[in-house]
């Protein structure tokens, strides 16, 4: 008996030693176990936002299970929504709960398993970081068309927006700017990933990304005083925010439900956070 309980112990220290080794804590081993025995592919589209966390919870499944594939692609809230009500993908993300319509038509099951911020982003040589939410409807409005005008540079504005597929625009056009109009003269971006860039190559530029996407390329402009950051976003200080969804057309199974309660476990829910999001568990 006493052998065997040595050999326990030490099976367990080996075992731990691996999980180690491979950058797995034993919670994720626990998480990732609910895909043990699975094979196939798994399509993945829609609001851009998602990708970081996509795709890391997509490399870390498919390092463990090599049978399975996932491929993670953009293109926007609106895409996500119609390719997977038409059947094209799996999983489609948006920035947005489905419209009702929406959800009748495509007969769409929406999960919410982060929320996220979005934040007004300026040139780190921008010396404006702070902004009323007059001053960004005017800017965006086209009404306001120097930095001077908000205490910057002598210098013309230049605006980036997104398309109105994009579920990132719908949450700025409805609580940032309160539905006003955004001039049709701004430079249109596909992702948060190119406004980022945009903005990053623009000492005069202004858009606007998800808050997980900011980081030292550009700088978060503080709304009405409040700064968009993950804190102030969990808190609810930062009013502009939304939640983040992975839709599925009629109630998800195989594994489409595994991936998507994966989402939700202690281990897609560190992923959410490490990428920038306020975690719903």
Not at 168 to 189: C, G, L
Not at 220 to 227: R, W
Request: avoid cysteine.
């Amino acid at each position: 008996m006493s052998r065997g309980r040595h050999w326990i112990k030490g099976w367990m220290v080996v075992a731990m030693g691996l999980l180690v080794i491979t950058g797995i804590s034993p919670a994720q081993a626990d998480d990732l176990e609910a895909f043990a025995g699975q094979k196939g592919t798994l399509a993945i589209s829609g609001g851009t936002a998602h990708i970081p966390v996509m795709t890391e919870a997509a490399k870390q499944i498919m390092q463990r299970y090599p049978d399975i594939q996932i491929t993670v692609a953009g293109g926007g809230s609106g895409v996500g929504i119609k390719q997977v009500g038409e059947g094209l993908v799996n999983i489609g993300n948006s920035g947005r709960k489905p419209t009702d319509e929406e959800i009748t038509k495509y007969d769409l099951k929406p999960f919410k398993w982060a929320i996220d911020g979005v934040g007004v982003v300026v040139n780190p040589k921008n010396k404006v970081t702070a902004l009323t939410k007059e001053q960004v409807k005017a800017i965006f409005a086209g009404q306001i068309t120097n930095w001077k005008d908000v205490g910057g540079a002598d210098k013309t504005i230049d605006l980036y927006t997104r398309d109105e597929a994009s579920g990132t625009r719908e949450v700025f056009w409805k609580k940032a700017i309160d539905k006003s109009a955004i001039s049709p003269k701004a430079n249109v971006v596909v992702s948060n990933g190119a406004m980022k860039s945009a903005v990053a190559g623009d000492p005069y530029g202004i858009g606007y990304v998800s808050v997980g996407h900011i980081d030292s390329s550009v700088v978060p402009v503080a709304l009405d005083g409040v700064t968009p950051t993950l804190e102030t976003v969990k808190n609810g200080q930062y009013p502009v925010a939304r939640g983040l969804f992975s839709n599925t057309k009629g109630d998800p199974t195989g594994l489409t439900k595994t991936f998507i309660d994966f989402l939700f476990s202690p281990t897609g829910q560190k992923i959410a956070a490490a990428k920038g999001f306020v975690t719903v568990n």
